[in-house]
């Protein structure tokens, strides 16, 4: 997966990375590797997506990206995304609790 990483930790998958290179801006929207996302996906009960840019932290509940999620692949492989709309965005100065990727 592109971005400085990623990490499933504390039942949370976690993706850091840089807003400008890896948000979708049309829809404004976060998106997952879908065979990583499918291959951990008993793993997990939650996603957060870290913007080193902004500080800030946006994160949804794996059920509602289940429901939600819509198959995309604009040439870095099939991923799965969700619109910002129905995660929850927290800016702050420190980034997210939890392990930093290796």
Do not use: C, N
């Not at 948000?23 to 997506?49: C, G, M, N, T, W």
């Not at 794996?62 to 099939?78: I, N, S, T």
């Amino acid at each position: 997966m592109a971005g400085l990483g990623w990490r499933v930790s504390g039942r949370t998958l976690y993706r850091i990375g840089r807003g400008s290179e890896h948000l979708l801006h049309i829809p404004p929207a976060v998106a997952f590797d879908a065979a990583l996302y499918d291959k951990k996906r008993e793993q997990f009960d939650s996603l957060l997506f870290y913007d080193t840019e902004t500080k800030t932290t946006h994160t949804i509940d794996a059920a509602e990206f289940d429901v939600r999620k819509k198959p995309l692949d604009r040439g870095h492989g099939q991923q799965y995304f969700v619109p910002l709309t129905y995660w929850r965005s927290v800016q702050k100065e420190r980034g997210p609790e939890g392990p930093r990727p290796v």
